[in-house]
């Protein structure tokens, strides 16, 4: 790859589509994914995102549209792509009948490595990934997080330039999922990319350089997690007031805010930047209404989730 | 894909299959003890009574264990077989052979490994069986070595035919339960053929489906190899029933496993 001018995208697709019988999964996906980037792929239950996964590590055929991995055709050069790509999938891929260390020998005897860098490479990720007290116990013995892990590891035995991790902390209890983030960053720093498909906004937001949210089996906004997050309001300044009076003299103040009798609460919708929260201060001055407590909620992920399949659902 | 890749990759799934068998023996001890139980059964508790039938009726002549050891061998082939049946379909339920289909590995790999599995735990299954019968009377007088490598040669196609046809049965029922249950029609086949009694006694109907079920001509060939009587035209219909069976089983196999993989959403 020396002489190679600038680096195709590691992963590009164009009007990806797929039925399952009537049901309609893809309805037209687009993808542009350049090397060396974190793509996070979000998305509720059900929409889709396996379904873009299994067409792009080649376990099945889209009807429509093409797609590239690593630079190869998913569908004529399917091989090219496996030998190019690493896949982590929902489904727990490891021999449970096999040991650890065995499970990644198998990997490494798959890949051709020989027997002596086979072994060293199995005891290297087993390292890593810190399995080795459990490598000589049959994998199906493994908690949750272990076999990810290990799962994980089978993985990169390859040394593969492309990784899908679809949902790699689902059922992960908060240790395990932290642990499996700080593995993933670990991995963008060696320069992989990685195409990451999970329901939680948290993750894609602290993984992700850009992500695509998948909804009805369509891409429904696609961006950097900020741009996603700034697309939509969802910020608010929210007052507390000592008693009824003062908030009804406060929401004389604010026509558009929302109010909560029983919480005694105002809902200040707008930017939650200094120079806002200094005019809405001023003008509860102004009003000469005194708050008893004031937080800032700033728009997450959430917020844009919620609106964007919300809009869907109201359809 | 090369076909060094093809019998590296093989090789490998190999390995993998027969460490899966070490660790877990239960399913070949169980296919052991079927044959075993049979022909302790048939030889042991009716042995008198067939024995004396049979050569009453047909004329065969020697003792009933030299008549019923062919048919037990094949029934050690038959159970040791369909195993492989079991091992694919709950192979195929897990989340590691989706992972394989995401590698630049040769496509029906992990079936030749099931399959070459299959064939090395029968073979020697069949061979202890074949033991037990020895140890139990039977003599095989006036059998010569090429009658034994024949008989070898014929027991091994048939365990491949088999193992493969039993790779397909695998791949095509809807989970490990079913591949548990189908197999057991190839499995009742040898009883309706001539593995224990001849089918000149059976009832008409039954006696014409055994004279053309392949394993009656599969017994018939073995029995005169092993007894070194006289085989005839029985030897090259065996043969083309192996033939058949193994490209039939072997092209069914790769069909199925071509499919879009299990787990689809």
Redesign the interface.
């Known amino acids: 790859m020396a002489t190679t001018p600038p680096a195709p995208p590691a992963i590009e697709a164009s009007g990806l589509r797929k039925s399952?019988g009537d049901h309609l999964v893809l309805d037209g996906i687009d993808l542009h994914i350049p090397a060396g980037s974190v793509f996070a792929l979000l998305g509720p239950n059900?929409a889709g995102k396996?379904?873009v996964v299994r067409i792009l590590?080649?376990?099945?055929?889209a009807d429509g549209g093409r797609a590239r991995v690593a630079g190869h055709l998913v569908d004529a050069e399917a091989?090219?792509v496996?030998?190019a790509?690493g896949?982590t999938?929902q489904?727990?891929?490891?021999?449970?009948?096999?040991t650890g260390r065995?499970n990644l020998i198998?990997?490494a005897?798959?890949?051709?490595l020989g027997r002596a860098e086979g072994r060293a490479r199995a005891d290297e990720l087993l390292a890593a990934f810190d399995l080795r007290d459990a490598a000589g116990k049959?994998a199906a013995t493994y908690s949750g997080g272990m076999k990810r892990r290990l799962d994980l590891a089978?993985t990169l035995v390859?040394r593969p330039g492309v990784i899908f991790l679809d949902e790699p902390t689902t059922g992960l209890d908060p240790r395990s999922r932290r642990a499996m983030w700080q593995t993933i960053r670990d991995l963008v720093a060696t320069g992989v990319t990685i195409f990451l498909t999970t329901q939680y906004l948290e993750e894609a937001d602290r993984l992700a350089d850009r992500v695509a949210v998948l909804d009805g089996g369509r891409v429904i906004a696609e961006g950097t997690p900020d741009e996603l997050k700034r697309s939509v309001p969802g910020g608010h300044v929210l007052l507390t007031f000592a008693g009824p009076a003062d908030l009804g003299a406060a929401a004389a103040l604010f026509p558009g805010a929302a109010r909560d009798d029983e919480a005694l609460t105002l809902q200040v919708p707008g930017d939650t930047g200094v120079d806002a929260l200094r005019g809405v201060l001023d003008t509860l001055d102004g009003g000469g209404v005194k708050a008893t407590a004031l937080s800032l909620h700033t728009p997450g992920l959430d917020d844009v989730f919620l609106a964007l399949t919300s809009t869907k659902a109201a359809r | 894909m090369s076909t060094t890749h093809a019998l590296a990759d093989s090789a490998t799934m190999l390995r993998r299959n027969l460490r899966h068998a070490r660790r877990y023996p239960a399913m070949t001890i169980s296919v052991i003890f079927g044959p075993v139980l049979m022909l302790l059964l048939f030889f042991g508790v009716f042995g008198n009574t067939l024995g004396a039938g049979i050569s009453a009726g047909t004329g065969f002549k020697g003792d009933y264990i030299d008549y019923l050891t062919p048919g037990i061998v094949l029934m050690a082939v038959t159970s040791g077989c369909m195993v492989v049946s079991v091992a694919v379909a709950v192979d195929m339920t897990e989340g590691v052979i989706a992972r394989f289909r995401t590698m630049a590995v040769f496509r029906t790999a992990v079936l030749n490994g099931h399959v070459a599995g299959g064939v090395l735990q029968t073979a020697a299954s069949t061979a202890l069986v074949l033991a037990i019968a020895v140890a139990l009377g039977f003599r095989s007088h006036d059998a010569t070595l090429l009658d034994w490598l024949g008989a070898i040669g014929l027991l091994l196609f048939l365990i491949v035919a088999l193992s493969w046809l039993a790779c397909g049965l695998g791949l095509w029922s809807k989970g490990p339960e079913s591949a548990s249950n189908t197999p057991l029609i190839v499995q009742f086949l040898p009883f309706l053929g001539s593995a224990v009694v001849p089918p000149e006694q059976m009832p008409a109907s039954i006696r014409w489906f055994a004279e053309y079920q392949p394993f009656t001509p599969i017994i018939e060939t073995l029995r005169g190899l092993l007894l070194g009587t006289p085989v005839g035209n029985d030897a090259w219909t065996s043969l083309a029933w192996c033939a058949g069976l193994t490209a039939l089983g072997y092209l069914w196999s790769r069909r199925l496993f071509a499919r879009d993989p299990k787990h689809a959403s």
């Open positions: 399952f059900g396996t379904t590590t080649t376990l099945i055929r091989d090219a496996r030998a790509i896949v999938g489904y727990s891929a490891v021999d449970g009948l096999l065995e198998l990997m005897d798959l890949h051709r049959p089978m390859g």
